[in-house]
């Protein structure tokens, strides 16, 4: 599918603060303007997952309930987004023939490089019997705790794109239906100059928590992964340097040739597919995490609180790949 629907933009409006919960212990960072505490992020994501693995459950456009929970997870993310008290521009953006699907676009335009874009982008979509906590409410929630920080004072040089993206899972994996594939069509049509993408992918699993669930490679290799083809290596060393110096958790870098199952397997491979260099976030999916494409990967099998502790470092890593120009607010919104 080459064409599709225009896309239909808005805005979304301030709105009240998210309700704040308590998920560590100790003493509670300072709340100010500009400032979230990280205990705040991770309510915001708990309450994420929850909604889409818990509440929604298996969500794809493979039958008419499965298309109802996808538009349903879709609108959760649309209300999200017009919460989060900032005046960027929501776009969406229709893919395939059901009513409804499509892929979400948050833009901040560039200062400086207005023409040259950036995305980070998290599909929605399940595989078919899987509730997808890990694969990929995770890395949905990180994606919409990132665009709640993003303060109205933040600017980059470069364009910034958050993107939800639907038809990731079989059968549109690597297909035209795929909706990162669309949207990337779509940015090359326009003429836009891609730096590069970061995709989102099945971030929650942590084999330190929950050996049991691991394969062989995760129980000797387990962590976060950042994996890109051999053409993004660059992409692929300043993302992950730029993410370590922003949180204290660690995360492997591997550039390996993109025809590998384990290497091709998300949204970024779309990108790679029209010569932009990008690259993966993941805790290793199916390498490593057992319950993958399941109906087992549920809510309790996430580590919620790694995946708040993660979303420093990701701001840290858009702000390098997008030329963050922030004032002293370089924590977007995260007290340091």
Request: hydrophobic content about 40%; charged content about 25%; some cysteine.
């Amino acid at each position: 599918m080459d064409e599709i629907d225009e896309a239909i933009s808005e805005s979304f409006p301030a709105s009240d603060p998210p309700a704040w919960t308590a998920m560590h212990t100790g003493t509670p960072a300072p709340v100010g303007p500009g400032l979230v505490p990280e205990r705040e992020i991770a309510a915001w994501i708990e309450a994420d997952v929850r909604k889409l693995a818990v509440d929604l459950g298996e969500r794809n456009d493979r039958s008419e309930d499965g298309r109802a929970r996808l538009r349903g997870a879709l609108e959760h993310v649309r209300a999200t987004l017009r919460r989060a008290g900032s005046n960027h521009a929501l776009t969406y953006y229709p893919v395939g023939e059901h009513e409804g699907i499509h892929n979400i676009e948050v833009t901040l335009r560039g200062a400086k490089e207005a023409h040259r874009h950036v995305v980070v982008g998290a599909h929605i979509d399940t595989a078919r019997g899987a509730p997808g906590a890990d694969d990929n409410a995770s890395g949905v929630a990180v994606l919409l705790a990132l665009a709640r920080i993003l303060t109205p004072g933040q600017s980059f040089e470069r364009t910034v794109h958050l993107v939800v993206f639907v038809n990731e899972e079989p059968p549109h994996t690597r297909r035209r239906s795929m909706g990162s594939l669309d949207y990337v069509r779509r940015l090359r049509r326009e003429g836009a100059a891609i730096a590069g993408m970061v995709s989102l992918e099945s971030l929650g699993f942590d084999p330190e928590t929950r050996p049991e669930d691991a394969r062989w490679l995760g129980r000797r290799f387990g962590g976060l992964y950042f994996v890109s083809n051999l053409a993004s290596r660059l992409w692929l060393d300043r993302a992950h340097a730029a993410f370590e110096a922003g949180c204290d958790l660690r995360a492997r870098k591997i550039a390996a040739p993109g025809f590998l199952p384990g290497v091709r397997a998300s949204d970024h491979w779309a990108f790679w597919k029209m010569g932009a260099p990008a690259l993966m976030v993941t805790d290793g999916g199916p390498l490593v995490y057992r319950h993958d494409h399941r109906p087992s990967d549920t809510l309790e099998k996430v580590n919620l609180p790694k995946l708040a502790h993660m979303v420093p470092g990701i701001a840290s890593m858009l702000a390098r790949l997008a030329g963050g120009h922030a004032g002293a607010n370089t924590t977007f919104g995260i007290p340091a």
